[in-house]
């Protein structure tokens, strides 16, 4: 998830802004807390998804 469609629930500003502390600290947490996948951008990710379609496919090929 990201943070630029939050809406803080201390000043009611979108989260992304950081106008309070709230905000500042949740906008902090996210951005550390991203996860393995939030580095990638989506032309990554489906370059990913194709070599691993491709490997599957060779794979069946191979077992038949």
Request: contains cysteine; aromatic residues 4%.
């Amino acid at each position: 998830m990201t943070y630029d469609r939050l809406v803080c629930a201390n000043c009611a500003a979108p989260v992304s802004e950081g106008r309070c502390p709230v905000c500042r600290a949740n906008r902090e947490r996210l951005q550390q807390n991203g996860g393995p996948w939030s580095g990638m951008n989506p032309a990554g990710l489906i370059g990913l998804l194709a070599v691993l379609v491709l490997t599957l496919a060779l794979l069946a090929r191979q077992s038949m």
